[in-house]
Structure formats: structure tokens, C-alpha cells
């Protein structure tokens, strides 16, 4: 089963960059990774996702190694509102021949002024 | 376009009572999903639509939960009889189809306190 550990919690001054690294040992050849951002009484937001290498787009950049078992959350310039709690998500196939999403407890990003 | 439309937003119950949400996903989204939040943690899936056919429901508690996608659009989550562990936070959420690199849109949920 591809199961994703990140940290619990980082904390970032304004204006700072953070990288979040999630890993994944056992991704299955054919899954994206995927982040979302999560604020307090909303729904989980789509931020990015790539296959391999690095993606970019207006909001943040994914970087991914070669070997594909850990994936970074780069955010540019973190300001207050980008406190939130970030997940990283692969795919999640059981034996059975079923495939879920599955969400881990994520990073909680505190920004602080 | 529109995102996706949940309700009610907050529902208080007492329990063994029955409660039911509703969720109006994305147009056009063939797969919709149901998940349940506690406080503190990531969601967890609860049953997966494709279209109107529930293709993963293996962690759906059957014996109180129920759902239905009549149709394959809109869909109801239900719990008869509620207990106290169920209150949390229900969100829907719909993707163009079940493949991983689809990403998901979620709507803001459901906050569900049973006493």
C-alpha cells in the first residue's frame, strides 16, 4: 500500500520560502502525487501535482527525484494566508484490485509575521 | 464554474436520531466521493462513485451508513441511527473521473455534532 509521511508541523516567518518533503516508498509506478491545502471550516483545496521531475505553476513548485519515493512542496515568499495544513497524497491500491486516495494527518504551516 | 455544493452546513442531532447530507457535485464530474474528517486528522474515504455505480464502499460502515447517486449527479449520505463517534466533518468532493491524476474538488462539508 503507497502510504505518505510528512511532517506534523513547520513553523515560517512572511516573506520566507518553505519546503515541505513528503515521502512515499512505495509509490506504484503509475500514481501522480498530488497536494492539497486545507483551511480551518473548508474543504481541501488542489495546490499541485506532478509524475516526475519538477512542476511549477502560480501558486507553487513540486519537485520530484528520480526515484519517485519523496516529492517537495516548495511555497515562494509564505505569507499569513498560506497558514493552513498541507497533504500529500499518492494512489493507494489494495490487493483486492480497488484504488483510493488516501490522506494522511498532513503539515500543519504556521506563518508567523 | 461552480464548485461543489454541500448541505447542510452544520447539523446538530441527538443520538440514535437519523440525519442525511447532500451533495451537488461539480458538472460534469463522473466520480464523486464522500469523506469523513475528525478534528486533527487527514479526511478518510467513506464510498466512491463512478457515475452512479459505488465502486469502492469497503469502508463505509453499512450497518448505519448509507448512500445513494441517483442518477450519477447529485448524492446522499445518510446515518440512521447516529452515534455519538459519528460527529465530525462530512465532505463531499467530485473528480472528471476515478484516475489519480484527477484531482479532487472538495466542498466545504458538513459539520455534524450528535449529542
Known amino acids: 500500500l503507497a502510504k505518505t509521511t510528512q511532517p506534523i508541523s513547520m513553523d515560517s516567518y512572511e516573506g520566507q520560502e518553505v519546503n515541505i518533503t513528503c515521502s512515499h516508498n512505495?509509490?506504484?509506478?503509475?500514481?501522480?502525487i498530488t497536494w492539497y491545502q486545507q483551511f480551518p471550516s473548508q474543504g481541501p483545496r488542489f495546490i499541485i501535482q506532478g509524475y516526475k521531475t519538477k512542476v511549477t505553476n502560480e501558486v507553487a513548485s513540486l519537485f520530484i527525484p528520480a526515484d519517485r519515493k519523496s516529492s517537495t512542496l516548495s511555497l515562494p515568499r509564505v505569507s499569513l494566508s498560506d497558514t493552513a495544513v498541507y497533504y500529500c497524497?499518492?494512489?493507494?491500491?489494495?490487493?483486492?484490485?480497488?484504488?483510493?486516495?488516501?490522506f494522511g494527518k498532513g503539515t500543519k504551516l504556521s506563518v508567523i509575521p | 464554474e461552480a464548485g461543489v455544493v454541500q448541505s447542510p452546513r452544520y447539523k446538530i442531532i441527538e443520538k440514535k436520531q437519523p440525519v442525511a447530507f447532500w451533495c451537488n457535485p461539480i458538472s460534469g464530474h463522473n466520480t464523486l466521493y464522500w469523506y469523513l474528517q475528525n478534528l486533527g486528522q487527514g479526511p478518510e474515504l467513506l464510498i466512491r462513485?463512478?457515475?452512479?455505480?459505488?465502486?469502492?464502499d469497503s469502508q463505509l460502515p453499512k450497518d448505519r451508513f448509507s448512500a445513494e447517486r441517483l442518477k450519477g449527479v447529485d448524492s446522499t449520505l445518510k446515518i440512521q441511527p447516529a452515534e455519538l463517534g459519528d460527529s465530525a466533518v462530512y465532505l463531499c468532493?467530485?473528480?472528471?473521473?476515478?484516475?489519480?491524476?484527477?484531482?479532487?474538488?472538495f466542498g466545504n462539508g458538513t459539520r455534524l455534532t450528535v449529542t
Open positions: 468532493a467530485s473528480s472528471l473521473s476515478g484516475q489519480n491524476n484527477s484531482p479532487l474538488h
Open positions: 497524497l499518492v494512489g493507494d491500491s489494495s490487493g483486492a484490485g480497488s484504488y483510493q486516495l488516501t
Open positions: 512505495n509509490i506504484a509506478t503509475n500514481d501522480y
Open positions: 462513485y463512478e457515475n452512479e455505480e459505488a465502486v469502492d
